[in-house]
């Protein structure tokens, strides 16, 4: 399918083995709402899957082009299990992929995908803004993340939390991050990655 223009795939609920493949998004309008690097449970993308307590499932988002989205292209929140792959996200505004949430767990694959501004703009190419499960659950709901084999260049901007790949996390508890095989090229940072956790919490955990 294409998408143009007022175009975008939402659902704001629970969502099981969804999937999102072989499409074409171009030329989609501006957002009426300015990034953030906060929580926002109003956010949405191009494609957003996301909803306050609502799990996104085993969530596929593979083989499509994302292009001129100056919104956040794919807003994904609450997981359990996704895999983006092989995309094309060109000159994207804000995030070409935002991981947000709620406390987040299972296996969170992005490969093979290009993240490619003609000229240095947007904010991120994936945006980790929470990672982790919750401190009660976080030895049994691993949240294990692997970024590999993307290509990024032009991204990020002069502003916290910008860049090829950032992260800012407000549930540390439970997360293994493995950046590897990537390429970076003229981006603002290639990666800015945040651990808040208390010191209280780092001795505990």
């Not at 929140?77 to 996200?89: A, P, S």
């Not at 991120?124 to 982790?132: D, I, L, P, Q, S």
């Not at 590999?148 to 910008?162: R, T, V």
């Not at 439970?174 to 990655?193: D, P, Q, R, V």
Request: aromatic share 14%; charged share 20%; proline share 1%.
């Amino acid at each position: 399918l294409s998408f143009t223009e007022t175009g975008k795939v939402e659902a704001l609920g629970a969502t099981k083995d969804f999937t999102f493949k072989n499409n074409y998004a171009f030329d989609i309008e501006e957002s009426s709402k300015p990034w953030s690097a906060l929580r926002d449970y109003t956010l949405t993308g191009f494609l957003t899957l996301w909803k306050q307590s609502k799990p996104i499932e085993n969530a596929v988002v593979e083989n499509n082009k994302f292009e001129n989205i100056p919104a956040t292209n794919v807003v994904i929140g609450n997981t359990r299990g996704i895999t983006i792959k092989n995309n094309t996200f060109r000159n994207f505004g804000y995030d070409a992929v935002r991981i947000d949430g709620g406390y987040n767990y299972g296996k969170t694959l992005v490969e093979g995908n290009k993240f490619v501004n003609d000229e240095l703009g947007g904010y991120n190419g994936v945006y980790f803004r929470a990672v982790g499960a919750d401190k009660e659950s976080y030895e049994t709901n691993l949240n294990v993340i692997e970024v590999k084999n993307n290509y990024f260049k032009n991204i990020g901007q002069d502003e916290l939390f910008s860049g090829a790949i950032s992260s800012s996390a407000y549930q540390e508890f439970g997360a293994k991050l493995e950046i590897t095989h990537n390429t970076f090229e003229s981006c603002y940072n290639f990666l800015m990655l945040r651990n808040n956790a208390t010191t209280e919490n780092h001795n505990t955990y």
